[in-house]
């Protein structure tokens, strides 16, 4: 079945530091979401990347969307303590609005002052 | 506008015994899914339920079932409880008419089995 894996497992910066974390999958995607969870809460929708190469932003947040569409990537610029929690990517394998959704392996950031 | 919302938030089991968790979803939504969260790693697919039925599921055995109401709320149960079943289960909703919509999450049912 499909697998998305993504790396690091965990990244301890300062902040004020930048922070990347990638999501690799083993099949092609229809498309991939980004969502972050804070310690003890339930994950949050950050965006959605649907186009082969497509870069969004929101703020100190980057998103892409690789030219093969297996592959994402969230980058942050200078991390602030409220940056702190684990970012997941979750794709789609199929293209029907039923396709359902694969969460990667999350990569937790802590970020201290 | 209320999002979605989960009961119990904490439930201790025994193994054999069977639980069973609600979720109503957020307003306007008329799909939910339902996914394991075990510790420490990402959420897992169960099922989703749209117009009352089950459309996809994920590799779980049969053990796991789930409903959906006229109202769109949804209970997920599991019969047989393992001590594997211990976990954070996590429903999110969703609006299958405008194609691959995010998800809403509620805040989850921590399931302990002993």
């Known amino acids: 079945g499909q697998q998305v894996m993504q790396i690091p497992q965990y990244q301890h910066v300062q902040e004020g530091e930048d922070f990347t974390t990638y999501c690799n999958s083993s099949?092609?995607?229809?498309?991939i979401q980004w969502y972050k969870q804070r310690p003890g809460g339930h994950p949050v929708f950050l965006i959605q990347?649907?186009?082969?190469?497509e870069v969004k932003k929101q703020k100190r947040l980057t998103f892409q969307f690789g030219e093969a569409k297996k592959n994402s990537s969230l980058h942050i610029t200078a991390t602030q303590t409220t940056d702190v929690g684990t970012y997941f990517c979750a794709g789609r394998a199929g293209t029907g609005t039923a396709s359902k959704l694969t969460f990667g392996t999350g990569t937790r950031l802590q970020v201290t002052l | 506008d209320a999002g979605v919302t989960q009961s119990p938030t904490h439930l201790i089991k025994t193994r054999g015994q069977q639980v069973t968790l609600r979720c109503s979803p957020k307003?306007?939504?008329?799909?939910v899914s339902w996914y394991q969260q075990a510790l420490g790693q990402g959420p897992q697919f169960i099922f989703q339920?749209?117009?009352?039925?089950?459309?996809q599921r994920g590799n779980f055995p049969d053990r796991f079932s789930g409903h959906q109401f006229p109202n769109y709320s949804s209970e997920l149960n599991v019969n047989a409880l393992l001590l594997g079943d211990s976990a954070l289960y996590l429903c999110?909703?969703?609006?299958?008419?405008?194609?691959?919509?995010?998800?809403?999450f509620g805040d989850g049912t921590r399931l302990s089995i002993l």
């Open positions: 339920y749209y117009e009352e039925e089950e459309r």
């Open positions: 099949t092609t995607l229809s498309n």
């Open positions: 307003s306007g939504h008329d799909t």
């Open positions: 990347l649907v186009k082969s190469g």
């Open positions: 999110a909703s969703s609006l299958l008419g405008l194609g691959n919509q995010p998800q809403h």
